[in-house]
């Protein structure tokens, strides 16, 4: 039976679910709609308008590999702050950032979009610059997004960059310090796992991001999204099933995951694309206070030695993902968890 939602609806919640209709419209339909608009222009008597943003696409092919190109007035936009009290997502300070230093943080887990991480590091709308002063996050995306006209600018502007060795050598190795570069360490594979009351974490074959933070002595920072799986429900699809391997074929060729998701309507609460109003914490994870960040380092010494640096690599994955990201997680998920 469908539960609809009630008339008598306050405008700020009203607002709210509009917010997130767009954020969920510009994942899901606006890349399609921007490269039947670049290719549309060609055929009218507009087309000089696709030629001259080709020839500045080529120009600036590289940005999105070098920093991006960040716009304030996007990432402070009015709009997100209605986006983050829709669920609501808030972010959690358990230890200071030196802004003397890069950090590298891993985000766990990916969810089906990853509202928790693009909220926190891509808007200003959970007081980030205030709770971590002096610290610029960038957030790493599957290049395959920025090679769609347009919207590769919507992108870098929230503070979006490639997810490639290069992109996170340019922003790791700004020896001003101050930069947080956000990676999401199961990536799109993750959310095939993404479903209410389970948290499974890919972890294997994913030690790159250590070896990045070792070779650029960047601190690396565990950091936890509870509630990110509870926002959507998903179509059953445990490992060995018909419709897994298809999800795990389909993503080998795409290089993007096509979870069967849905939540809610916007007028009703039993089926549709937006998310369920669960809550998200983010929850920078520092087990022993201040500072644990840069024991996970490299201590700003660069590794040239490969010996060296496959020891460090597997004592850094040892000590601080295998063995204490578990404890971490159970040490917190009770506090934070949703409770339906």
């Not at 290089?255 to 694309?273: A, E, K, V």
Request: hydrophobic share 45%; aromatic share 14%.
């Amino acid at each position: 039976m469908v539960k609809f939602a009630p008339l008598a609806v306050p405008w700020e919640r009203r607002l709210q679910t509009f917010t997130v209709l767009l954020f969920v419209f510009s994942l899901l339909v606006l890349p399609l709609i921007c490269i039947a608009i670049f290719i549309g222009l060609l055929f009218t008597r507009f087309w000089v308008f696709s030629v001259l943003y080709a020839t500045w696409y080529y120009l600036d092919w590289e940005k999105p590999a070098q920093g991006g190109r960040k716009v304030m007035a996007v990432r402070r936009w009015f709009m997100w702050k209605y986006m983050k009290d829709y669920f609501p997502v808030s972010l959690v300070k358990t230890a200071e950032l030196d802004p003397s230093q890069n950090y590298l943080a891993g985000f766990h887990p990916h969810g089906i979009l990853a509202f928790g991480v693009f909220t926190t590091l891509c808007t200003e709308s959970t007081s980030f610059p205030s709770l971590f002063s002096g610290i610029r996050p960038r957030v790493m995306m599957l290049n395959l997004w920025f090679r769609v006209p347009f919207l590769r600018e919507y992108l870098m502007a929230g503070g979006l960059i490639t997810a490639d060795k290069e992109s996170a050598a340019y922003v790791l190795n700004k020896k001003e310090g101050g930069n947080l570069l956000g990676i999401i360490i199961g990536g799109a594979r993750e959310a095939l796992d993404a479903r209410p009351g389970a948290y499974t974490l890919l972890l294997q074959n994913r030690k790159g991001f250590v070896r990045l933070a070792l070779m650029h002595g960047a601190a690396l920072v565990p950091t936890f999204s509870f509630g990110e799986n509870e926002v959507f429900d998903q179509v059953k699809n445990s490992p060995g099933s018909w419709l897994r391997s298809v999800q795990n074929q389909l993503q080998k060729v795409m290089r993007i995951s096509l979870p069967l998701f849905h939540g809610r309507g916007i007028f009703q609460y039993s089926f549709g694309f937006l998310p369920h109003r669960r809550p998200i914490t983010i929850v920078e994870l520092f087990p022993r206070g201040e500072g644990r960040g840069a024991a996970f380092s490299a201590r700003g010494r660069r590794l040239r030695v490969l010996p060296q640096m496959s020891r460090a690599l597997q004592v850094v994955w040892k000590e601080g993902w295998e063995e204490e990201m578990p404890g971490l997680w159970a040490c917190h998920i009770q506090k934070y968890k949703y409770l339906q």
